[in-house]
Structure formats: structure tokens, C-alpha cells
């Protein structure tokens, strides 16, 4: 059974940071390609960034180009979302998956985390 635990949401002001945890276990972070996603209020779910099992490759959506960074450490068994700049635009529950791909699609991960609350004011 694979979980995944999110941490280190809450409520920030526009331009600030702000680090989202994915705590797994051992098997699963050097296993599984991680993604984080994220659902604004009334909207669909959607990507924001993957990693790679092999932590070589990594995959961004457009808008948050150059603000986010997505990171894993295997020692921790802890996948990382260090969200800079943040706007609030970016207020969502963000969400933690694994998946056999490394992918952007919702439909090709497997497991999930329960999501964090990240709210920026203006």
C-alpha cells in the first residue's frame, strides 16, 4: 500500500514562499515517478510539476515556470514543492501522486495524498 502524506500548506501573501512536503516510504520514492498537483476552488484538478524515479528528469506547467521547483530526497523518502513568488492565482489544495509514468495527466497517477491548503492573499 502506498501513501503519501502533504505538509507545510497554509496562508501566505502574494510574493512570498513556500515548501510543500510528500512523505512516503522508502519503496515509493525510489519506485515511483511523484507529481504534485493542485485544484483551485471550483475547478478541475490539475498538473503543476512531476519528477522522475531517477530524479533526472523533471516536468513543469507553464505558469509556474521559473517559481517552483520540485526535488526528492531519497534519504528522507520526502518529494519537495519549494513554491516561490507565490501569487493568488496559485490558492489551491495541492496534491501529492505517484505514478509508473512520468506523465501530467491526473488519470495516469495511482495514489494520492489527502492535499494540502495553500491560500495567497493580495
Known amino acids: 500500500q502506498v501513501q503519501l502524506v502533504e505538509s507545510g500548506g497554509g496562508l501566505v501573501q502574494a510574493g512570498d514562499s513556500l515548501r510543500l512536503s510528500c512523505a512516503t516510504s522508502t519503496r515509493t520514492v525510489r519506485t515511483y515517478n511523484m507529481g504534485w498537483f493542485r485544484q483551485p476552488p471550483g475547478k478541475e484538478r490539475e498538473f503543476v510539476a512531476a519528477?522522475?524515479?531517477?530524479?533526472?528528469?523533471?516536468l513543469y506547467t507553464n505558469s509556474v515556470k521559473g517559481r517552483f521547483t520540485i526535488s526528492r530526497d531519497s534519504a528522507k523518502n520526502t518529494v519537495y514543492l519549494q513554491m516561490t513568488s507565490l501569487k493568488p492565482e496559485d490558492t489551491a489544495v495541492y496534491y501529492c501522486a505517484a505514478s509508473v509514468v512520468l506523465a501530467e495527466r491526473p488519470t495516469d497517477y495511482t495514489y494520492w495524498g489527502q492535499g494540502t491548503q495553500v491560500t495567497v492573499s493580495s
Open positions: 519528477i522522475a524515479w531517477t530524479g533526472s528528469n523533471t
